[in-house]
């Protein structure tokens, strides 16, 4: 009889260590985003103090397991192998949903998981009971669940994302008028008041969450703490402010830096110790059911959990390894970079590719804030806004600073989203109000990013866009692991032992499938084909940046093109469709060069403004190219998906033909570029005309057989365009070269052409 508890418990056990790895990549963004944002030290310092603080975490983790055992269902209701149903139910429902939410690159809450998880499943359960009973009714469905904490629980979230978002960002507003973006050069006593406030507010915070939980921690001490609190503040406050003004001045340390590492430790910790119950709460609390079944004789359908309203205490071993598996992850995890990356660049100070795409909420939202903006504005006076508008001028950033080096914001905004984001988790955990980690220290860096003008006009749709989706992803999040949990609940009620081995055949499957699909997706975002954004302020720079770009370009194309012509010739529908997406992502990366054009420009130094020129016909040339090949693959994939009629051998022979060419062609120009032996170039030109007799005599060709023997209208249009088109890729190819050959003459000395001639040699010698 209880073989196939022992098979749910082993299960769990493997279930809790993949949920610790799901949940970890998920949560690391809630203490990671604003050290990695900032930079302000190296990742491997922040990695160290961020382990450091989720093992000591771990270890602090307390009285919030009662939350899997009491906190959402009336365990006294239920019967152990029911009990058992609704855990299993809700773990494989957690980890598979974490996972997808991870696998988006998308931040959620494990908090608001776990618990409509818990809720979903016991409702369910509680349903069949009902229906199982003539004596019940849904009305009788209160005695099962604990309906006053659920409804806290939801309150506390909702309202916890309201003010998060307004605290943050009033709290950077009025730190960015004291401080301004030079905080540097700021008196050195604004700067120790302020660590005053950090420190103090950051270190109570590991007071409240993290020690005075602890169960090796002693009582008086913890008495002491939690009977005066605004003693301590006080303090804390003047004994920092000291400390940090004889650091600033005697030993001229940027504090700064010291407040965001403090605050990056004081959030992992409260993140191990307040979100451990979302992954081990529940096997944890299944281990206790069966430990309290198991000394019994009385039937596990007859066996009431009682003993899970009872307070226990949680075996320190298990935390430890918890808090290992946890350590691990957030060092080898690529997923919880994803998922910090997605939170970092909606709170940017500078541009970025923009993820999401504004929606009508969206620019509702910017209209009518841009309106109240504006109206503010107006009562104003104008020496106000003259003083606000100097604290929030951005400092000039130096051109020889590539883009992806420079930090997403600034030290004085990471070191606020770390206090604000920990005086209202402390406020919230000192008042026993529920709420998420994820959802405050998320909503905290938007709010802060709002305040210090991140969201430009230029930027604001997409980033509320951003912001919005994530929300809503919170409550999609709430919605669908309810829903989910009470089907697995269901299924496990009925197929038991079979059911559950489908169901967890079935998480490993998607879970593995999910894995492999993540790896690829990073391994094409690190392929060295990849374009890049000009960052040189000269012509020689940009030109030789552009040589790079080309090369690629054109490797790819080659790619691309003789992708479509195998696929057209052998009728394979795959293939096209993967070569489909290949054009797409090329036109994507070359779009993204255009969309960088106006930051390019400004970079540029004033003698090499002719640069610009260059670099936008480059752009166009290459636009183009792409804009060719995108054509010739769309209507390959459409005329096979369509069912048509396949291509006669004469004409997939002169398909192949002309392949064959352009493949030497491409290669020819790839050589140039990457060798720079850009006199190659001139030769490659000098053979233009050669190529685009044989398209011509190609197109001849089908015009006298559509005369004579052709029967298939739709093969005629497609061999037509193909043809046509193939035509003008090479004459944007050609248009390429050209204009690349000319800027390039133009632009390099006698010396320079010794030096790149001296470099072929060597490369020639290398060869040899």
């Known amino acids: 009889m209880g073989d196939i508890y022992i098979y749910m418990l082993v299960a769990l056990a493997f279930l809790a260590i993949a949920d610790l790895i799901v949940g970890v990549s998920n949560d690391a963004v809630n203490f990671l985003n604003s050290a990695i944002g900032s930079k302000a030290v190296s990742f491997k310092t922040i990695m160290i103090v961020a382990s450091l603080g989720v093992a000591m975490g771990a270890l602090t983790s307390s009285g919030m397991m009662e939350v899997a055992r009491k906190g959402i269902f009336n365990p006294e209701e239920f019967m152990f192998d029911e009990i058992m149903i609704i855990f299993m139910a809700v773990m494989v429902t957690d980890i598979l949903l974490l996972d997808f939410f991870n696998t988006l690159g998308l931040p959620t809450s494990t908090t608001v998981s776990i618990v409509f998880e818990l809720l979903g499943a016991s409702v369910a359960i509680a349903i069949l009971k009902i229906f199982a009973d ?25 309202l916890s994302v309201i003010v998060a978002f307004s605290i943050g960002a009033i709290i950077q507003f009025f730190s960015r008028l004291l401080l301004s973006f030079n905080f540097n050069d700021k008196p050195k006593l604004f700067g120790a008041i302020f660590s005053g406030f ?46 940090s003004l004889l650091l600033i001045v005697f030993f001229k340390t940027n504090i700064y830096k010291i407040i965001i590492v403090i605050g990056t430790f004081a959030l992992a910790v409260a993140f191990a110790g307040n979100d451990l119950v979302n992954f081990i709460g529940v096997p944890i609390a299944a281990f206790n059911s069966y430990e309290a079944w198991s000394v019994t004789n009385i039937l596990p359908q007859h066996f009431p959990m009682v003993a899970l309203g009872q307070p226990v205490q949680t075996q320190p071993y298990l935390l430890l390894i918890a808090g290992l598996v946890m350590v691990l992850t957030l060092w080898f995890s690529s997923k919880a970079k994803a998922v910090v990356k997605t939170s970092v660049d909606l709170s940017r100070q500078d541009d970025v ?29 104008n020496s106000t806004k003259k003083h606000i508008d100097k604290q929030f001028q951005k400092p000039k950033i130096s051109a020889v600073i590539k883009s992806e080096d420079l930090p997403a914001f600034d030290l004085v905004r990471a070191a606020v989203n770390l206090m604000v984001a920990s ?72 197929g038991r032992g079979y059911a559950l081995t489908a169901l967890l055949t079935f998480a490993i499957i998607l879970l593995v499938r999910n894995y492999m699909n993540h790896r690829k997706q ?31 370009v054109v490797k790819r194309g080659n790619k691309i093109y003789t992708g479509a012509i195998n696929g057209l010739s052998t009728h394979n529908l795959k293939l096209l469709k993967k070569n489909k997406k290949n054009i797409e992502k090329l036109s994507e990366e070359i779009e993204e060069l255009r969309d960088h054009i106006f930051y390019f420009i400004k970079n540029l130094e004033e003698p090499s403004v002719t640069a610009s020129n260059f670099y936008i016909n480059i752009l166009s040339h ?92 739709k093969n005629t249009t497609l061999y037509f365009s193909l043809l046509i088109e193939t035509k003008d890729l090479l004459m944007a190819t050609m248009n390429l070269l050209e204009e690349y050959y000319n800027a390039h003459d133009a632009s390099v000395e006698p010396a320079t052409i010794d030096v790149i001639a001296d470099d072929e040699k060597v490369g020639e010698n290398r060869e040899e």
């Not at 009714?137 to 409804?151: D, F, Q, R, V």
């Not at 939202?365 to 104003?380: E, K, P, Q, T």
């Open 522 to 552: 990073a391994k094409e975002l690190k392929e060295e084909d990849s374009l890049e954004k000009a960052e040189s302020s000269s012509t020689q720079g940009v030109i030789v940046e552009s040589a790079n770009n080309i090369a690629n």
């Open 134 to 158: 003539n004596n019940q009714s849904l009305l009788n469905l209160g005695n099962y669940i604990n309906n006053e904490k659920a409804i806290e629980i939801i309150l506390g979230i909702l």
């Open 423 to 494: 005086v209202l988790i402390s406020l919230a955990t000192s008042m026993k109000l529920p709420l998420s980690t994820t959802y405050v220290t998320f909503m905290v860096a938007m709010g802060t990013s709002l305040a210090d003008r991140a969201w430009g006009s230029e930027s604001a749709v997409y980033r509320v866009a951003g912001v919005l989706n994530v929300i809503g992803g919170w409550f999609f999040t709430a919605l669908s692991a309810f829903v989910a949990a009470a089907i697995m609940a269901v299924i496990l009620y009925y």
């Open 622 to 713: 290459l636009q183009d190219f792409a804009q060719s090949l995108e054509y010739i693959s769309n209507v390959s994939f459409k005329h096979v998906n369509n069912n048509h009629k396949k291509l006669k051998f004469t004409q997939i022979k002169e398909l192949k033909e002309i392949d064959e060419r352009f493949d030497k062609l491409f290669n020819n120009v790839k050589t140039a570029f990457d060798s720079r032996s850009f006199e190659e170039i001139g030769a490659i030109l000098n053979r233009k005309q050669e190529i685009v007799s044989l398209v011509s005599d190609k197109i001849q060709k089908q015009v006298g057989r559509t005369r004579t023997e052709e029967s298939s209208p």
């Open 198 to 243: 950090a420190v103090t507010s950051i270190m109570y915070f590991i007071l409240i969450k993290g020690i005075k939980n602890a169960s090796f921690m002693n009582d008086s001490i913890k008495s002491l703490i939690s009977a005066n609190p605004m003693t301590l503040l006080s303090i804390g406050f003047i004994f920092f402010t000291l400390i």
């Open 353 to 381: 590719k923009e993820r999401f795409e504004p929606n009508f909420l969206s620019r509702t939202i910017v209209r009518y804030s841009i309106a109240a903006s504006d109206g503010l504005n107006n009562i104003l006076p």
